[in-house]
Structure formats: C-alpha cells, structure tokens
C-alpha cells in the first residue's frame, strides 16, 4: 500500500487530503475508488482512527481511497463550513481524485453522520455524476424538531421508564419527577410539529438520493439516537419509505454499535462489511 499526502483547490482554498494507493502488482479487473467524506467536527482522521483503518483495509483489497479535509477542518483553508455548505468541496475532491486516476470507473462515496447527509446534498445539485456507482451512508443526519423530539420518547425515555436504576432515584428523589415529566410533555408537544418545506434539507437529502440511480448502502448503528431518528423518519415519512424501498438501496443494522463505532468488533464489522460489498 501506498499513502501520500494531495493538495489541492476548492473555491481559492488550498485543501488537505491522503491518498492511499494499493501496490502495483495488486490489479483489479474493475477500477473500484473509494471518497470519504469527512463530517463534522472530525478530521480525515475520524473517530477512533475510523477512517485511517477504513482507507487501509480498502487499500490492501485493492481499492484506492481518498480522505479529506473540507473548508476550514482539520490541516485545510478557510473558515469552518457547515455541512450543507461543503458541496463545492466534495465536488474539487472527486474532480481532483479522477483527475489523478483517470482508469478509475467505479467511484464510491462514504460518509458518516452529516457527511453522508453533505453528500445527498452534492447528489441534489449535481445529479448527472456517471462514474458514482455506490454510496456508503453511515448513521446519516436527518435532525429535526419533531423527529428528534419523536425519537427522544421512543428510544431514550421508554428505556429510561423501563429501567430500575431510574425508578430507584425518582423514589430517592436523585431525580425530580416534575422535571422528567415536564421534559416528556416538551417533547410529546414537539413531536406533533410537523414542517416539511422545500427549503429543508432533509427534503434535499430525499431529492439527492431520489436522483442517485447506483447502489446505497444504508448502515446503521443500533445503538444511537442519530440512527435512531433515520429509521423513524423512513418508518412515519411515506416518500422516504417509498425511496429507501429501492431494490438498489439496502439497509442494514449494525447491533449494539454507537455512532462512531467506538467498540474495536464494532469498528471491525463495519469496515469488513464495507470491503465485503465493493469486492462483489
């Protein structure tokens, strides 16, 4: 494997990237590249060297890999941009990556969290991208008051209802039941707030991903608020439970991961769930 550092533009800023290389004798009928997409408040390196790992486990099937650091992250130029404001980023990596492999033919997008939303995003307003075969969208970012409030009734205070150790302190008075139960009414309240405009970007995701025409990867973390609302948001929204049940789009569950997969198996089951799928 050969890693390198790039160097390149986006809009005037000088932008910071490694490049991970799989030795010359290692040939691939198929020429498979992977762009991972960072989100923040991460760097190219990711959480728990997430994304150094992935880009070697890659590199070493085969696989050439492209990690980044958008405006303003990490060793990059300019000022911090959200990530609904990198699509000119993603847009400089991807041209700069097939500019330096031109025999590439099969390019891949991996995000997490709100690098995987970014890149719906990209997708909404550049759909014509042929070589874009694959997306890897990992626990993306669909946050909203209705559906975070949704999600917080259902995944975090039913569990907290059920549990003991929290019953033991509201009869010990370690918890405040008005406060709990003021907290609960909040976001019942929120939940039935329902906007769904043209201007959100959860609806921009939906387009982007309405427009993709390759395969997605939907993968996410069973343990974790973020992947939580997804699946509510797929599960109550019928344009979203229409588009996700694509034959080319397939979802699957990581059990007992959190969000950044923090747990060393974790780590390992993703990254070799990934390598499994591009090898196909």
């Known amino acids: 494997m050969i890693e390198q550092g790039v160097i390149f533009n986006s809009n005037g800023k000088q932008l910071v990237a490694i490049e991970h290389l799989p030795e010359p004798s290692h040939q691939r009928q198929t020429k498979k590249g992977v762009i991972i997409v960072v989100g923040g408040p991460q760097t190219r390196v990711g959480s728990h060297r997430l994304f150094v790992d992935l880009a070697r486990a890659l590199a070493n099937e085969g696989i050439a890999v492209f990690r980044f650091d958008y405006s303003g992250a990490g060793d990059s130029e300019g000022v911090v941009s959200t990530f609904t404001k990198i699509q000119e980023d993603i847009d400089a990596a991807i041209k700069t990556f097939q500019q330096r492999h031109s025999d590439i033919n099969e390019l891949t997008l991996w995000g997490l969290c709100d690098a995987a939303s970014a890149i719906l995003l990209y997708l909404n307003e550049n759909p014509q991208q042929a070589n874009i075969k694959h997306l890897f969208l990992v ?14 009734l259902r995944s975090y205070y039913i569990k907290r209802f059920l549990s003991t150790a929290f019953w033991k302190k509201l009869l010990s008075g370690k918890v405040k039941a008005k406060s709990v139960f003021t907290e609960v009414q909040g976001f019942h309240q929120q939940s039935q707030e329902n906007i769904d405009t043209q201007d959100n970007f959860v609806t921009q995701m939906l387009q982007g991903l309405n427009k993709f025409s390759g395969q997605c990867e939907l993968l996410l973390s069973g343990n974790d608020l973020t992947a939580d609302e997804f699946r ?47 090898m196909r």
């Not at 626990?139 to 917080?152: D, E, F, G, L, M």
């Not at 929204?237 to 747990?263: C, E, L, P, Y």
């Open 139 to 152: 626990n993306p970012w669909v946050r909203q008051v209705h559906t975070q409030a949704k999600t917080y």
């Open 232 to 278: 509510l948001l797929v599960k109550s929204n019928k344009h979203w439970r229409g588009v996700t049940a694509r034959d080319t789009i397939h979802m699957k569950i990581i059990h007992q991961a959190d969000h950044t997969f923090s747990q060393r198996d974790k780590k390992s089951q993703l990254i070799k769930l990934v390598c499994k799928v591009l």
